[in-house]
Structure formats: C-alpha cells, structure tokens
C-alpha cells in the first residue's frame, strides 16, 4: 500500500477538525449523507445507460443517454468530494486499510474506462446506439460491474476500518 508523506496526513486531519466533522455527528451525517447522494447519482446515472448499451431500454436515445453521462459525471464529483471529508476524520487509519485503496484502484479504474470509453465514441462519429454491438455491451457491462464493486467496498470501509 502507498505510504502517503505525515505531513499531508496530518493537513488532511486538520480539516476536518477545521470543517467540525470529527466534532460534531451531525456534521459527519449531513456529509455522510451528501456521500450517498453522489452515489445515487452516480449509479443513478450510469445503470439505464450500461443497460442501453447492453441492448435494453430501447427508448433512451442519445440525448438522453449524454444527460444521463452528465448526470452521473455530477454524482462522482459529489462522492468524490465528500469522501475527501470523509476520510479527513481519522485519516491515518483509513489510509492504513486495504480495502480503502482497494476502492481508490476501483474508482480509478472505472473513471478512465468511462473517459477512454467517451473519447472512442467522439471520434467514431458512428451513432452507436442504433445497433449495439459486443463491444458496447462489453462496456455496460464492465461499467455496471466497476462500480458496483466500488459501491460494495465502500460499505465494506465501515467494517474493516
Ligand atoms: C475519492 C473518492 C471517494 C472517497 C475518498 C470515499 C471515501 C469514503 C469514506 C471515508 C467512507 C466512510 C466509510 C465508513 O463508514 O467508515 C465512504 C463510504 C462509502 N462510499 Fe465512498 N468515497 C469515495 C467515492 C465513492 C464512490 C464513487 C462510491 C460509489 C460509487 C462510493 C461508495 C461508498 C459507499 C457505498 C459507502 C458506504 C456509505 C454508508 O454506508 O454510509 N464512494 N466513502
């Protein structure tokens, strides 16, 4: 595991000290649950396309198939930032679990698919949806199981750390 330098564990500590979330729960609620918002959004966003792509819900074209992307590029954004401040309440522990950089990986993983994914489909030009193929279904698919395994490690944090 990465061994990140003390000095920006400890900054990291500091706001959420600052922010009041290692004070106050209802602080780390309201954050907590702004983190399960940007989830939903996220899913909520990714899962009718991935299935549009898989060759389901044949009533979702392209624009909203882009609103959906927008919708769920919003939702990582959320989840991202507040688990930032998630983390900051006891960084050093969070930082010491596997698991934790197992979903980092994850995150990781998924976000440059979805990027890479995006880029291949601007430069084709070729309007896809009309007749998904393997390689677009194999790309919901892989999308759907990414993030749904984020979405299990993210749950598994409260148990291993
Ligand atoms: C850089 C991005 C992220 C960071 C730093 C982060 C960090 C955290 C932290 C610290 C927790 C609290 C764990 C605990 O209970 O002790 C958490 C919970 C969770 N995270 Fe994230 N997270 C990020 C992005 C995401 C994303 C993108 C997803 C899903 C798509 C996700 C899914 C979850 C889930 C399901 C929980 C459990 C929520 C609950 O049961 O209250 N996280 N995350």
Do not use: C, N
Not at 64 to 85: K, N, P, Y
């Amino acid at each position: 595991m990465p061994e990140l330098p003390p000095a920006l564990i400890s900054t990291w500590q500091q706001l959420g000290q600052t922010l009041g979330l290692a004070q106050s729960s209802a602080i780390y609620a309201t954050v907590s649950a702004a983190h399960i918002v940007g989830i939903a959004l996220l899913f909520g966003g990714i899962a009718p396309v991935a299935l549009r792509f898989l060759g389901g819900m044949a009533s979702l074209g392209e624009a909203a198939v882009r609103s959906l992307q927008r919708l769920a590029v919003g939702g990582l954004v959320l989840a991202a930032g507040t688990g930032v401040l998630l983390i900051s309440v006891k960084p050093a522990d969070y930082l010491a679990s596997p698991v934790v950089w197992a979903k980092f990986a994850l995150i990781a993983t998924a976000t440059a698919h979805a990027l890479w994914f995006h880029w291949v489909r601007r430069r084709s030009r070729v309007p896809v949806l009309d007749s998904p193929g393997a390689a677009l279904a194999a790309s919901g698919a892989a999308s759907l199981l990414l993030w749904l395994a984020v979405i299990g490690l993210g749950r598994w944090i409260a148990f291993a750390v």
